[in-house]
């Protein structure tokens, strides 16, 4: 991502930086149960029995799926535009100003930092979870356990920093002379260069540098970043946050169709289309995997074991099965587009397309559970009667 090294640069020179250290694993923090699951406390050997959700109404996505029938928390969402770091505290004349900029619709400040987790830098916001709720996207902003977290001074990661720190739900990390904080919730925040937030509280205890941070919301694409910058004078650090969104719209029409025509557009779709990859192994037991492992992207972890995605795959096992399915040049095990035909390649190479006790076996290595074998086996059989 463009600006980010710089960006992160001016957030380690306004704040001291504090050392934190990675405590005793914890546990993974479920964010709601799974109602698509209504016979979870039967017997395993009962699962013929449960009810399976509508998989052709159920689009796949990199970004946590909501619940059907789930009802939003009454914030609309008003995502940030522009995100900006000044070199000091931005006086309330300046707030004023940028609040009167063109095409300006809303703008807040809040305090923002840097501390340091096994070495490496993590920038943080520390805001009230109050008022800055309609600044995260919309499945964010729906999402009652993130602020639930956040009252109660809990850190909340952002999903692309768990990733790429390997950041543990529900692991407590000390802070270097301060309150040790525990990582309660991951999400998709969308502010580049932002890997988690506090409360306003919480940073104040961590020592973040107070009101440097401006976040803009207007019109999209039409804030310009001069007169931010005339604002916040030199030195001042500007992400456009929606500058994807503005290349994109100038992109010619049909580039866009190419780039996802070749994606399954629900996850029934993507079952049969992974399961092609296997010769003999039916879609539902990918389906019943995809259900029992993360609620078809509902809960891509990480788990307590470090498996991530929404087939829950271990690392070093997707390096050694991984693919790339949508054939966007990357591997993501994030990705359902990734991960459902991974979950087929893996699943054959242990014997799944002979069928029989090999499946059973093939299904065995993938969880070492005969329970999970039977449940999975279960919600097969109760996918093939729904779908026949």
């Given at each position: ?199 306003a509280e919480m940073g104040r205890t961590l020592g973040l540098?107070?009101?440097?941070a401006v976040l803009l919301h207007g019109k999209q694409g ?117 991960a459902v035909p991974g979950a087929a390649n893996y699943l ?41």
């Amino acid at each position: 991502m463009s600006g980010l090294p710089s960006f992160r640069g001016v957030l380690f020179m306004v704040v001291a930086v504090l050392t934190v250290t990675l405590a005793a694993g914890g546990v993974v923090l479920v964010m709601g149960g799974d109602p698509l699951e209504t016979a979870s406390e039967e017997p395993l050997r009962r699962a013929p029995q449960q009810q399976t959700p509508a998989l052709d109404k159920l689009v796949p996505t990199t970004a946590p799926v909501k619940d059907f029938g789930q009802g939003g928390a009454g914030v609309t969402s008003t995502p940030p535009r522009v995100l900006a770091v000044a070199r000091g505290t931005v006086p309330k004349r300046t707030r004023f100003a940028l609040s009167g900029l063109a095409h300006v619709q809303k703008a807040i400040v809040v305090d923002a930092g840097a501390v340091k987790v096994s070495g490496t830098g993590l920038n943080l916001l520390a805001v009230d979870p109050a008022t800055f709720r309609s600044w995260t996207p919309q499945p964010v902003a729906d999402q009652g356990a993130v602020w639930s977290a956040l009252a109660r001074g809990e850190l909340v990661a952002d999903a692309a920093a768990v990733r790429r720190f390997g950041l543990a739900l529900g692991a407590h990390y000390q802070a270097d002379g301060g309150p040790r904080l525990r990582v309660a919730a991951s999400a998709a925040l969308g502010l580049t260069g932002v890997d988690g937030l506090v409360s306003a509280e919480m940073g104040r205890t961590l020592g973040l540098a107070r009101g440097v941070a401006v976040l803009l919301h207007g019109k999209q694409g039409r804030i310009g970043e001069a007169g931010v910058r005339k604002l916040l004078g030199k030195g001042a650090q500007i992400v456009l946050l929606d500058a994807a969104d503005r290349t994109k719209q100038q992109q010619p029409k049909r580039e866009q169709v190419v780039a996802t025509s070749g994606r399954p557009g629900s996850y029934l779709e993507l079952y049969k289309v992974s399961a092609t990859r296997c010769p003999g192994l039916s879609w539902t037991v990918l389906a019943a995997i995809g259900q029992v492992e993360s609620g078809h992207g509902r809960n891509n972890g990480p788990s307590s074991a470090g498996a991530l995605g929404p087939m829950q795959f271990m690392p070093a096992t997707w390096k050694s099965y991984g693919v790339d399915g949508d054939g966007d040049g990357e591997s993501d095990i994030w990705s359902p587009y990734d991960a459902v035909p991974g979950a087929a390649n893996y699943l054959c190479a242990t014997g799944a397309g002979q069928g029989g006790e090999k499946l059973r076996k093939a299904i065995w290595h993938y969880n070492h559970s005969w329970d999970y074998v039977n449940k999975v086996m279960g919600i097969a059989e109760a996918y093939a009667r729904a779908y026949a």
